[in-house]
């Protein structure tokens, strides 16, 4: 099988639930030609060096590729030329470079973590027990109405928490939930990198995300706008207000990493989470080990990260030069995928690389990305899939999994389950 | 098994039931104390340390502990696992006699060993009339007590702290007295701030910090003399140029100065610049043979570097000391096959002035410099140091998660200068634009003493030192 025929079965749909024995193909080439201006990482060594490798631009508008692939991208005929790109500037600090990223990652930055603003995210963890033990406590009322002991874990349980946490720290109005949880739905349906994007099936998908993707970002700069007007709580407007040394943020920076943000900052928790559930279910022995030890919850995310990483690649980088690594010469001006989900079971960082291990040592997976562009939320995201988890694990009794593999959302990049049915004996108190 | 002999059997046997005596209980001895037993050494382990306390952490004395974060004595090493050991502490080891295999003490023990790890590591150069130097309100920054006797002078409201000395520990505690709003000189013989581990060209960046930041720094100075009231409390300095300084607490931050005066007369190859070892931390003894049981790790360990032509590299950084000792402990445990070589790329950081200093590689080994990313006009950059067509070393001021790349390019001994990002080049002045001589201080330049040394070819070169011993 050549790198082209590898990666197009690995972003195919019906290969969602498992595209690692394409990845492994492809790793025979770490680094791989797989179109015209687009190759892809599958090595550890060469991902990681890739990632801190300031050859490497994040600047999206300049690749040739996109969000919807290296074909949609050049079939788009409203793409900016460079000198445009300048002018809007509109772009999250994910698809910039410095310095703009780095003062973007600043400004947002200072009202998140350490050591500006340290107690954010360990205050979200008595909400996400909260909200954990009251969605089992639904579950467990639901079951007693109506008889039937099963739930699907994505919808009853592992979306609403992040979901909750992420307007919270935003500061956005819980209320308009429902509309955005189905925008996003209708982006993860739709945006394909993988041969069927081509598909008449797949161009309408591609247009209704595109159509929510623009609803989506109309409701952002409303947000924006409101909270320009009036301040309140929350992440966005404390960076729209700041005094701080980088000042405040412009109202379309604003709009691009809230969009960034809103949706980075609860798609990648809910499906580790349902990762976590669906992957301690599939191997015997681990519920109960992981049950029985807490302390090895930690552990397990990682693990599970590691093998089942809910950002599998993002499409957003490109060779400024030409680069040699991994026996391959990535021309300037190619797209470069840093595929983490492939890295992470490379043989020669992990030993028995697709084997389950939540007791596994030294773990430096690349579920979380590496270099500038390391994961914003990760801290946060970490802090609710352990909480959730070990809620979870010590309410819900003998589950077990009712359809494996479970049906997968289309998307290759925001890879996770649809719906993850389990059946169970009983939800205690 | 081919041979006569079975030197696998005896190993064995010395696994089982041997003595290993550790001298030095800080970061080093904690943590190979923790790697013999991980990889299987069941005999009896001493752990020999002149402070009274368990190990603790050094790094936060200088920042976290002065600045009022964390309590003096709150900085106690992690423990890893249980060791077993037995752990003579308060109490110093004062020669060694290689043939009778014994570690004498201060006490008058003896302690036998089969096997023997120094990390004696180092001490505070003390300020070198010690009339002045036990005036109250005079510090050097080394151990616990030494940062809460200082942390607690720095809450009395000094008038004014001076800061004898601009190395990473004097700048260090100049940001801390900037943060405790005090009013703050820092005196250098040399033209300015870490100029020896960083070179002249960031040296004048870390000057510009200093002196945004309201530090009184005053460079080409040294200090002649402290001058205490009649309680015997220090009031004022005499500088070399004849000012009278007015300063009531004095920190001499005068590097540091090596712990091998138990080993005179053992035959080791110790000296002022340390203990020299094989790349696998085999102690060298005086004519330059290795020895076959006494190892070394941490800072006052020497060994060559094949990436720094084989000079002999002292590296007073931290993870030199944790990676040592895991080497050292393998080491002891196994023959000639089993061996691990300790090749670390040597790497720092510091915190200083709101910014984050991170370096890999000896950036003194290179004699030029380029800035590669960033501004440095904004303290926000990487650069890159270079040899011969080679890059050698890196630093990175807020700038840290791009170090990775460099250390990359270190350990390959890439070409220097590194090819050119394809964003963010430096562009504010021509000041920072290209290759340029990085313009290290003379070896014969009276400045402060660097973390890492070069100790030059020689394991047993005695007169590598072209520091004065008296200031």
């Given amino acids: 099988m050549d790198a082209a025929t590898a990666w197009a079965e690995a972003m195919k749909f019906a290969n969602r639930p498992n595209p690692y024995p394409f990845y492994e193909e492809l790793r025979k080439t770490p680094v791989a030609k797989v179109s015209e201006k687009t190759f892809v990482v599958t090595g550890y060594p060469e991902a990681l060096a890739l990632a801190h490798d300031p050859r490497i631009s994040s600047d999206m508008s300049r690749s040739p590729s996109g969000l919807f692939g290296e074909q949609q991208a050049q079939a788009d005929a409203t793409r900016l030329d460079p000198v445009e790109a300048a002018q809007a500037r509109d772009w999250s600090m994910l698809v910039s470079d410095p310095p703009e990223h780095d003062t973007m990652r600043r400004q947002f930055m200072r009202h998140f973590g350490p050591p500006h603003t340290p107690d954010l995210i360990p205050s979200m963890e008595a909400m996400v027990v909260d909200l954990a033990n009251s969605l089992l406590d639904k579950v467990a009322e639901r079951a007693s109405e109506s008889g039937s002991n099963r739930m699907d874990v994505v919808e009853d349980f592992s979306y609403p928490i992040p979901v909750s946490v992420i307007f919270r720290v935003m500061g956005a109005p819980i209320a308009d939930e429902p509309r955005f949880h189905g925008w996003v739905m209708d982006f993860m349906q739709g945006a394909d990198v993988g041969p069927e994007a081509r598909t008449a099936e797949g161009q309408a998908a591609a247009a209704k995300a595109a159509a929510s993707m623009a609803e989506l970002g109309i409701w952002v700069h409303d947000l924006v706008e409101r909270l320009d007007r009036e301040p309140g709580p929350g992440l966005l407007s404390a960076a729209l207000h700041d005094d701080g040394p980088d000042g405040p943020v412009s109202k379309p920076v604003a709009e691009a990493n809230a969009l960034l943000l809103m949706i980075a900052g609860h798609d990648s928790t809910v499906n580790t989470i349902s990762n976590c559930i669906m992957t301690l279910l599939r191997n015997p022995g681990s519920w109960d080990l992981v049950r029985d030890n807490p302390e090895l919850i930690p552990r397990t995310v990682e693990e599970v990260q590691r093998l089942q990483g809910s950002v599998q690649f993002f499409p957003s980088r490109w060779a400024t030069a030409d680069i040699e690594i991994g026996g391959t010469r990535i021309p300037a001006g190619s797209a470069v995928f840093l595929v983490w989900g492939a890295a992470n079971r490379d043989p020669r960082k992990f030993p028995d690389p697709d084997r389950f291990d939540p007791m596994r040592e030294d773990n430096e997976h690349l579920g979380f990305g590496s270099g500038i562009h390391t994961c914003f939320g990760g801290p946060l995201a970490r802090l609710e899939i352990n909480a959730a988890l070990e809620v979870f694990l010590r309410r819900v009794k003998a589950p077990r999994l009712v359809v494996d593999p479970p049906p997968y959302r289309h998307n290759q990049v925001f890879r996770g389950p649809r719906h993850l049915w389990v059946d169970f004996a009983e939800i205690t108190g | ?471």
């Fill in chain 2, 1 to 471: 098994m081919s041979g006569k002999y079975s030197f696998d059997e005896i190993l064995a046997k010395f696994r089982a039931e041997g003595s290993i005596v550790i001298v030095g209980a800080s970061l080093a001895g904690l943590r190979a104390a923790e790697a013999l037993r991980d990889k299987g050494f069941e005999g009896s382990l001493t752990i020999i340390g002149d402070e009274a306390h368990e190990p603790y952490d050094r790094p936060p004395l200088s920042k976290q502990v002065l600045k009022g974060w964390v309590p003096a004595d709150h900085t106690k090493l992690p423990r890893l696992r249980r060791v077993d050991a037995d752990w003579k502490l308060g109490v110093a080891a004062v020669a060694l006699d290689r043939i009778n295999h014994l570690v004498k003490l201060g006490n008058g023990e003896a302690v036998e060993y089969d096997r023997l790890l120094i990390a004696t590591g180092t001490r505070a150069r003390p300020w070198p009339n010690p009339a002045e130097a036990a005036l109250q309100g005079v510090f050097t920054v080394r151990t616990v007590e030494d940062a809460a006797g200082l942390s607690a002078a720095l809450r009395a409201g000094p008038r004014r702290v001076l800061i004898i000395g601009s190395g990473f520990v004097g700048s260090e505690i100049a940001s801390v007295c900037r943060d405790l709003d005090l009013a703050v000189t820092v005196t250098e013989r040399g033209s300015g701030p870490l100029k020896g581990a960083l070179g002249g060209v960031v040296s004048e960046i870390a000057a510009g910090m200093m002196r945004d930041a309201g530090v009184d720094l005053r460079t080409g100075v040294s200090v002649a003399s402290l001058h205490g009231d009649e309680t015997g409390h220090v009031r004022s300095a005499t500088l070399s140029d004849g000012t009278v300084l007015e300063a009531d607490v004095v920190i001499p931050s005068l590097g540091s100065v090596r712990n091998v005066e138990w080993l005179e007369g053992s035959g080791l190859a110790a000296g002022p610049w340390g203990v020299g070892c094989d790349a696998g931390c085999r102690a060298f003894d005086i004519n330059g043979v290795v020895t076959d049981h006494i190892f070394v790790a941490g800072d006052v360990a020497r060994a060559p570097h094949v990436l720094y032509g084989y000079e002999y590299l002292a590296l007073e950084h931290w993870d030199n000391a944790v990676s040592g000792a895991e080497v050292a402990a393998n080491n002891m445990l196994h023959l000639e096959v089993g061996r691990r070589a300790h090749l670390p790329l040597p790497s720092f950081w510091s915190g200083q002035f709101g910014v984050n200093i991170k370096s890999v590689g000896v950036c003194s080994f290179g004699d030029e410099i380029v800035f590669t990313q960033g501004s440095p006009k904004d303290r926000r950059f990487a650069a890159a140091y270079g040899k011969n067509g080679r890059i050698v070393g890196a630093v990175t001021f807020n700038h840290g998660k791009w170090l990775p790349y460099y250390a990359e390019l270190i350990e390959k001994s890439a070409p220097f200068p590194p090819p050119p990002p394809g964003y963010d080049r430096p562009v504010d002045t021509s000041a920072y634009s290209g290759v340029m001589p990085a313009r290290f201080p003379d070896p014969r330049e009276p400045s402060g003493n660097p973390d890492v040394v070069l100790t030059g070819h020689d394991p047993t070169d005695r007169n590598a030192e072209y520091r004065p011993r008296s200031h």
